[in-house]
Structure formats: structure tokens, C-alpha cells
């Protein structure tokens, strides 16, 4: 802090001063004046502030208390307003639960008689259903034996008229028989008569025309014309579908080699085709005896022998 600086021409008549103070030290002295006044100044406004924002700080608490206070009362009126309805609802409820209840138990009673009246009326309409059906099923019964020995009676009837027929086709089979066998008698004996007299006739002329007798004992079974048009169609289909299918993938899948496939068509063919019938040796050696001998030489008495012994043999 600095006091009054006296004026260097004043006071003493021309006494020189102590200690001489420059400008720059009386700038920098009125710089620390002026700062010192501005920290004084800014420190009262603080205190200032601080005690306004104390003021307002214990105004708040004081509005808040209040606040919190109201609060409470309201909530607490509240929770008195929600449990007075509470009970309210609570005894509206159970007044509307014991109405409910008296209600049912009104409605399981009438249901319960209604249900029994139902219940009877329904046991009374199936024992009448039953003892109805139960008449029915007599009857039906009834009905049915009786249609049972009428049936049993008109079998009886077939069967004895069956018999009847039986017996009569027995004795017409009996009469065929006898007849049939009357009839194979009779053709025996003129077929032997036939045959005695062809070779009768071919002993005393002999022909070379051989007789019927030698040409029957030749005869060969052959097939039909129809049996051969069926055996040449399914030739003639199985050559095409021979042509047209895939032999080695067909040998494959059976699993053999293409040869062996191709030998099992071959015996197959083989075994189903209708062969021509083949003269047998019999015929041929016949044929050449026949021929060996010449018409004259049958006259002879070693032929006339041969030929009674087979007359004989016909008869």
C-alpha cells in the first residue's frame, strides 16, 4: 500500500525527497489499486450470490418438503379412495357371486328334474322299443321256420324227384350201354367179315394195291389245320418280337452269357414246334419186303400158308 506522494516542487523550499518514485512503479502501483478493487468487489458479489442461491436453495427444499408432503396426503387419499373400492367391489362381487350361486343351484335343480323326467320317458320308450323288437324278432322267427320247412319240403321234394331221375338215367345209361355194346359186337364182326373177305379177294387176286387193313395199321396222328394256323401265328410272333427286342441287355439282365441265351431260345422253339409225322422203319422195311416180292411169288404154297395163318389170326 502506498500513502500520498508529495509533489517535488512543494513543501521544504527546495528539500529533495526521500525516495524518488518512477511512473512505471506508480502504474503498477495503480494496477495492484485497481485489481485489488475489482477482487473486492467480485468477492462481494460471490457473497452475494452465494447467499441468494441459499436463499433459493432453502426455498426449494422448503417447496419440495411441502410438495412431498401434498404428495403423501394425496397418495394416502387415494389408497383410502381405492381401498373403500376395493370393498365396495369386493361386497358387490360376492353379492353377485351368491346370486350366481342361488341361480345355479336353481337351474342344476330344475335341470336335474327335467334331465330324470327325460331320463324315464326314455327308458319307458326303449323297454317299449324292446318289447317290440323282441315281438318282431319272434315273429321273424316264425317266419322263418316257416319258410324253413317249406324250403325242407321242396327240397324233400327235389331230392326224391332227383332220385327219380337218377334212377331213370341210370337205366338209360344202362340201355346205351348194352346197346353201345351191342352195336361194337356188331361192327367187330363186320369189320372181321370185311377184312376176311379183302383178303379172301386178294388171295385169289392178288393186287398190288395194299389192303385196308395195312394202310389203317400205318396211319400216323398229324395236328389239325387249326392247331397248325395257331402254332404258325405264334411263330410268327415270337419271330417278331425275337427281331425286335435287345438280346444282349436281355442277356444281361437274366444274368448269362449271350450264348447261353441265345441256346435257350433255340431249345425252346425247339420244344414247341409241330414237327410233320416221319415214316418208322416198320413202314420202310414193309415197303421194300412188298416190293421184293413180286405178285406171281404170292401164290406160292409158303404165302398160302402165311396168308391162312393171319385169316386166322383176324378171326
Excluded at 322263418?144 to 338215367?169: G, I, T
Aim: hydrophobic letters at 30%; glycine letters at 4%; charged letters at 40%.
Amino acid at each position: 500500500r502506498t500513502g500520498p506522494v508529495p509533489s517535488p516542487g512543494g513543501g521544504g523550499g527546495g528539500e529533495s525527497m526521500p525516495e524518488e518514485i518512477s511512473r512505471e512503479e506508480l502504474k503498477r502501483l495503480k494496477r495492484q489499486a485497481a485489481i485489488r478493487a475489482k477482487e473486492d468487489d467480485f468477492e462481494r458479489k460471490r457473497k452475494a450470490e452465494e447467499e441468494n442461491k441459499r436463499d433459493q436453495l432453502e426455498q426449494l427444499k422448503a417447496e419440495y418438503e411441502s410438495q412431498e408432503k401434498r404428495k403423501v396426503e394425496e397418495r394416502l387419499k387415494s389408497l383410502e379412495k381405492q381401498a373403500a373400492a376395493r370393498s365396495q367391489r369386493k361386497q358387490r362381487t360376492e353379492k353377485l357371486n351368491q346370486k350366481r350361486e342361488e341361480k345355479v343351484v336353481k337351474k342344476q335343480c330344475a335341470w336335474l328334474e327335467r334331465a330324470n323326467g327325460e331320463i324315464f320317458d326314455i327308458m319307458a320308450e326303449q323297454d317299449a322299443e324292446d318289447e317290440r323288437l323282441a315281438q318282431d324278432v319272434e315273429a321273424a322267427r316264425e317266419r322263418k321256420r316257416s319258410k324253413e320247412q317249406v324250403l325242407r319240403a321242396v327240397k324233400a321234394e327235389e331230392r326224391a324227384l332227383q332220385q327219380e331221375l337218377e334212377f331213370k338215367r341210370e337205366e338209360k345209361n344202362e340201355e346205351r350201354a348194352s346197346q353201345r355194346a351191342l352195336r361194337g359186337i356188331f361192327e367187330v364182326d363186320k369189320l372181321k367179315t370185311e377184312a376176311t373177305e379183302e383178303l379172301e379177294s386178294f388171295i385169289l387176286n392178288p393186287d398190288p394195291v395194299p389192303l385196308r387193313q395195312v394202310l389203317a395199321g400205318r396211319m400216323r396222328p398229324v395236328p389239325t389245320v387249326t392247331e397248325l394256323l395257331a402254332a404258325y401265328k405264334d411263330q410268327k410272333e415270337e419271330l417278331q418280337e425275337l427281331v425286335e427286342q435287345d438280346i444282349p441287355t436281355r442277356a444281361l439282365l437274366r444274368n448269362q452269357t449271350l450264348f447261353q441265351y441265345v441256346r435257350d431260345i433255340q431249345m425252346k422253339a425247339e420244344a414247341v414246334r409241330i414237327r410233320p409225322p416221319q415214316p418208322q422203319m416198320v413202314d420202310l422195311g414193309k415197303s421194300r419186303n412188298r416190293a421184293s416180292h413180286s405178285p406171281r411169288k404170292s401164290t406160292s404154297p409158303k404165302a398160302m400158308r402165311n396168308t391162312n395163318s393171319s385169316m386166322r389170326f383176324t378171326r
